[in-house]
């Protein structure tokens, strides 16, 4: 079967620039993580076992709370399962929002398909109820056992509830400090900070921003601005400035997948390359042999092979400097060489020291 190369270049130039908010944000500015300990009921047998103790424990606690009182040795059930309960909740979020929690199996549930959550508080970090929790889940996907046989497509000890979480209170978010926030880099670069930094400081006319490091870009707030409602006016003009970010000359190749991803600032020095296949082919045949007459023999049905070894002579390609990735491409893409060959050829190149860019192999 004939293979297909994808061969993707990466190409950066001043003429693509892109606003702060998509490869920075603004520190403190994040998702506020949430846990909570809760029981999905509702399940057909695929619940806990009795080896489960704190399953029993949570079920008798809970109907202690409706006037129910039992002892955990009375308690034999297969459709509750103890479960962990854990969500993000965005910044700035309001009292009643409504966010999507994760549900997983504590115990040795082999099922949560079917199953409902009980009201469950999510708790912060410092112990606070941030939220809560509750309705039927979604598990998308099954588990089928019979006769000894198992069939299963993802997973079904974990599942999701859209929308089912409520916020009960806003998490703390505190991203200015003595009127100073700090952005941060989603890839840390020297000169995309020093960059930014500039680019802040041309629009306001003014050095207010700082790049301390090469993921961090401190920004003093001007004093005209030093009020609520004029704080978030000025992140916004922040927000929305052009940058060129700077590109680390990379090759990233994927081996299962046959998929070479070449940066724009990736060069190569003059270098000559000969590449040569081997393609081994072995056939199958049958052999009848036939027994002579009347000698009560069998006929016999036997497999013999053969194997053909080709060796293609590819000729020897000299690449005088590559300077851009179009270069590379024309000179790799004229060996007319398979994926594997393409990784094997960037593995020598990096090895031979002609390759002058960064090689990631996945």
Known sequence: MK????????????????????????????????????????????GDSQMSIFTQQSVASMLKRFGITVTQT?????????VMVVASIPPFSSKGASIDVTVSSMGDATSLQGGALLLTDLIGQDGKIYATAQGPLSVG????????????????????????????????????????????????DFTTANRVADIINKSIGDTVAEAVDGGTINVQIPQAFQSKDKVVQFISQIEMLQVVPDVVARVVIN????TVVVGQNVTVLPVAISHGNLNIEIQAYPVISQPAPFSQGQTVVTQAATAQVTQENN?????????????????LNSLKVRPRDIIAIFQALKAAGALKAELVIM
Not at 315 to 331: L, Y
């Open 3 to 46: 293979k297909v190369l994808i061969l993707l270049m990466v190409v950066t130039s001043a003429a693509f620039a892109t606003r702060i908010k998509d490869i920075a944000y603004v520190k403190g500015v994040n998702d506020y993580q949430v846990i909570g300990y809760g029981l999905v009921v509702g399940l057909h047998g695929t």
């Open 74 to 82: 009375q308690i034999r059930m297969r459709n509750v399962a103890a």
């Open 255 to 258: 081996e299962r997948t046959g």
């Open 315 to 331: 000729s020897m390609v000299a690449i005088n400097g590559a300077a851009t990735v179009q270069d590379i491409a024309t000179a």
């Open 141 to 188: 996907g099954f588990d089928i056992q019979a006769a000894g046989t198992e069939i299963q497509r993802n997973f079904t000890t974990t599942g999701r509830i859209p929308n089912g979480g409520l916020v009960q209170e806003t998490p703390p978010v505190d991203f200015i400090n003595n009127w100073v926030l700090s952005i941060i880099l989603s890839q840390e």
